[in-house]
């Protein structure tokens, strides 16, 4: 108990000359109470509808534009150093992963939405690094090494869609023999 004390007297004789001790003026007491029983002081509310609307609507206006531009400028050729062969190839298995990628979407349900957002975030890491093969495609031109890599990147992603879609089929399945049998 001593030492409990003695760690206590030793803390605030740390702070011995940090201690406020002035008196406060006189009269303070009753300056204090006044301003605790004043009626609040009514604000004037400023209308920020009209100032947020006019924002919002300037930020749309600017979005739109932004979007027109870019659509007005087409991107220059990525294929301009890439053989007939090279783009053919670049079609055919697009379009695969396109149909993949729209029959994934077809299969959405409260059940399997985390699954299919959790397969579109996948699917964007594919195509960075698929963007990656592209730009060196237009650095170095047509090789065996960059076509090799594109498709691989192309059977990659089809082959992950194909495995998605099956587990949602399953998850689905399921769903169905489960509700047949609460009927």
Do not use: C
């Not at 000359?17 to 204090?32: K, V």
């Amino acid at each position: 108990m001593k030492e409990k004390k003695d760690s206590i007297e030793r803390l605030f004789s740390q702070f011995e000359n940090q201690w406020d001790t002035e008196t406060p003026r006189l009269g303070h007491s009753e300056r204090f109470l006044k301003k605790l029983n004043a009626e609040p002081v009514q604000t004037k509310k400023k209308n920020w509808m009209p100032l947020s609307l006019a924002a919002s609507l300037l930020l749309i206006a600017g979005i739109i534009s932004f979007y027109q531009l870019k659509n007005d400028n087409p991107p220059t050729n990525q294929w301009q150093n890439a053989s007939a062969q090279t783009k053919e190839t670049h079609d055919y298995f697009a379009s695969v992963v396109e149909k993949e990628l729209t029959d994934l979407k077809s299969k959405q349900t409260p059940e399997t939405e985390q699954i299919i957002n959790d397969a579109l975030t996948q699917m964007n890491i594919f195509e960075q690094d698929y963007q990656k093969i592209i730009n060196e495609l237009q650095k170095n031109g047509d090789t065996k090494q960059l076509l090799h890599a594109m498709i691989l990147n192309f059977q990659t992603r089809i082959s992950f869609l194909e495995e998605v879609i099956k587990k949602i089929e399953i998850i689905n399945h399921q769903k169905n023999i489960e509700n047949e049998k609460s009927i």
